[in-house]
């Protein structure tokens, strides 16, 4: 069985707006209601949980309601970072592969989550990248300095590994450096396999990123 564990507890202060943006109208439905309906097309029995803020626990059941959304899944309190939200997730979860979500990521296609669920079925993890269009420089003391671009990309989610792997991984304390799941799972002596993800996945973290995304839709 998969795990799905979608994110949602944050307050999306770089949105300002003060509705959190998970549950901001993208072409009339929640941001959070879209990704949870691509997860479970994706696999319609996969347990599913969804970390959202104490706060806005309420607000999410209403939503539930008003949009007669059916979808089981579990709630999870969130925690201060995306760490700890993960991390409450995970002591629950009970498939033998994990995919770890962002909620804000609406439009993730079926094929990058069946990749990602391949690649963490056949070699332990399964991260969705996508090259850098764009030049790259390294903030240095100096100024900044060029890097060679073709030896990064930029990384999405879902981010989906054995349940082993994950599990050991969040048994490591949080530190800033942590921006996802791959990195703990590589601070853990993971290896990280990388799969194609897609363009339209993109995080909505701005308000430019909701004209963004609804212009894919
Ligand atoms: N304590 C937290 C922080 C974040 N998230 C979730 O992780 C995803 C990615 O985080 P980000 O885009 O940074 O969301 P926010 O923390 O809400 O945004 P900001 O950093 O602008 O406040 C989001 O779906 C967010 O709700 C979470 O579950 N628990
Ligand atoms: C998990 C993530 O979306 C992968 O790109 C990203 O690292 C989240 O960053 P944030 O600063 O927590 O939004």
């Given at each position: 069985?998969?795990?799905?564990?979608?994110?949602?507890?944050?307050?999306?202060?770089?949105?300002?707006?003060?509705?959190?943006k998970?549950?901001?109208?993208?072409?009339?439905?929640?941001?959070?209601?879209?990704?949870?309906?691509?997860?479970?097309?994706?696999?319609?029995?996969?347990?599913?949980?969804?970390?959202?803020?104490?706060?806005?626990?309420?607000?999410?059941?209403?939503?539930?309601?008003?949009?007669?959304?059916?979808?089981?899944?579990?709630?999870?309190?969130?925690?201060?970072?995306?760490?700890?939200?993960?991390?409450?997730?995970?002591?629950?979860?009970?498939?033998?592969?994990?995919?770890?979500?962002?909620?804000v990521?609406?439009?993730?296609?079926?094929?990058?989550?069946?990749?990602?669920?391949?690649?963490?079925?056949?070699?332990?993890?399964?991260?969705?990248?996508?090259?850098?269009?764009?030049?790259?420089?390294?903030?240095?003391?100096?100024?900044?300095?060029?890097?060679?671009?073709?030896?990064?990309?930029?990384?999405?989610?879902?981010?989906?590994?054995?349940?082993?792997?994950?599990?050991?991984?969040?048994?490591?304390?949080?530190?800033?450096?942590?921006?996802?799941?791959?990195?703990?799972?590589?601070?853990?002596?993971?290896?990280?396999?990388?799969?194609?993800?897609?363009?339209?996945?993109?995080?909505i973290?701005?308000?430019?990123d909701?004209?963004?995304a609804?212009?894919?839709?």
């Open positions: 069985m998969n795990t799905f564990i979608i994110t949602a507890g944050g307050i999306g202060k770089r949105m300002e707006s003060d509705l959190p998970q549950f901001l109208l993208l072409k009339g439905k929640p941001v959070l209601l879209r990704t949870l309906e691509r997860f479970y097309e994706a696999d319609p029995t996969a347990q599913i949980f969804i970390t959202l803020p104490n706060d806005w626990i309420d607000y999410w059941n209403e939503l539930l309601s008003k949009y007669h959304c059916q979808i089981p899944h579990e709630i999870i309190a969130g925690g201060i970072e995306r760490y700890d939200s993960v991390n409450n997730a995970l002591k629950k979860s009970t498939g033998t592969i994990i995919g770890v979500h962002d909620g990521r609406p439009l993730v296609s079926l094929k990058t989550i069946k990749a990602c669920i391949a690649g963490a079925t056949q070699k332990g993890s399964g991260v969705p990248c996508l090259p850098a269009k764009e030049s790259i420089r390294k903030i240095t003391p100096e100024g900044s300095s060029s890097c060679i671009r073709r030896e990064y990309v930029l990384v999405q989610t879902p981010q989906c590994f054995s349940a082993e792997l994950l599990k050991k991984a969040y048994q490591l304390p949080y530190h800033s450096a942590i921006t996802d799941d791959a990195s703990l799972v590589e601070e853990s002596g993971g290896i990280i396999h990388l799969v194609e993800g897609n363009e339209e996945n993109i995080k973290t701005t308000p430019v909701m004209k963004m609804e212009s894919f839709l």
